[in-house]
T-cell receptor, first 112, second 116 residues
Framework: GEDVEQSLFLSVREGDSSVINCTYT??????LYWYKQEPGAGLQLLTY?????DMKQDQRLTVLLNKKDKHLSLRIADTQTGDSAIYFC????????????FGAGTRLAVHP | EAGVAQSPRYKIIEKRQSVAFWCNPI?????LYWYQQILGQGPKLLIQ????????DSQLPKDRFSAERLKGVDSTLKIQPAKLEDSAVYLC??????????????FGQGTRLTVV
């Protein structure tokens, strides 16, 4: 099917790590992305991973990819209140003109 | 570098009226996307342009939605007539070249449409 699935809500304490999970559908997807959306704003690309990689680290962000299970996760270390937003997982499906398919988003709430 | 510009930011119309949204992509970006984001859902691709040609409009409700990108730069998305279920944020995005494997899509702030 078309669906990219994510859990809808995550609440963490400031300073803890956050882990946001995603499952995608197309095993031939070339790139997988994490976008962040703050209230009233457009989507901002946070990080991405190529499908032949298992892990990518970028400062406080760690992306893990399990291609066999089509499972993607985003770990945010030392979560801050400014990290409160909706996080979207997206897969880029291969083809003549690459199509970007988004999940429904995970709302991350960071509390003191 | 200027980002993707969209207007208006907000629009309220009555059902059966028509509405148009405008998008100015980042200069030099060949690929332009229109997404519909219904509250509580992820963005859904409506139409994708490569320069001034349509390369994917499989999820565009063509009986009421239309889009054009006449000179391969700006684009307009029109809804005529609008239905209540069209209430959503309409996001425009652009990328250098949609045919490449990794071409980051840059998003505008969106137009929030409310149909009453």
């Amino acid at each position: 099917g078309e669906d990219v699935e994510q859990s809808l809500f995550l609440s963490v304490r400031e300073g803890d790590s956050s882990v946001i999970n995603c499952t995608y559908t197309d095993s031939s997807s070339t790139y997988l992305y994490w976008y962040k959306q703050e209230p009233g704003a457009g989507l901002q690309l946070l990080t991405y991973i190529f499908s032949n990689m298992d892990m990518k680290q970028d400062q406080r962000l760690t992306v893990l990819l399990n291609k066999k299970d089509k499972h993607l996760s985003l770990r945010i270390a030392d979560t801050q209140t400014g990290d409160s937003a909706i996080y979207f997982c997206a897969e880029k499906r291969s083809g003549g003109y690459n199509k970007l398919i988004f999940g429904a988003g995970t709302r991350l709430a960071v509390h003191p | 570098e200027a980002g993707v510009a969209q207007s208006p930011r907000y629009k309220i119309i009555e059902k059966r009226q028509s509405v148009a949204f405008w998008c100015n992509p980042i200069s030099g970006h060949a690929t332009l996307y229109w997404y519909q984001q219904i509250l509580g859902q992820g963005p859904k691709l409506l139409i994708q342009f490569q320069n001034n040609g349509v390369v994917d409009d499989s999820q565009l409700p063509k009986d009421r939605f239309s889009a054009e990108r006449l000179k391969g730069v700006d684009s307009t998305l029109k809804i005529q007539p609008a239905k209540l279920e069209d209430s959503a944020v309409y996001l425009c995005a652009s990328s250098l070249d949609g045919t490449g494997l990794n071409t980051e899509a840059f998003f505008g702030q969106g137009t929030r449409l409310t149909v009453v």
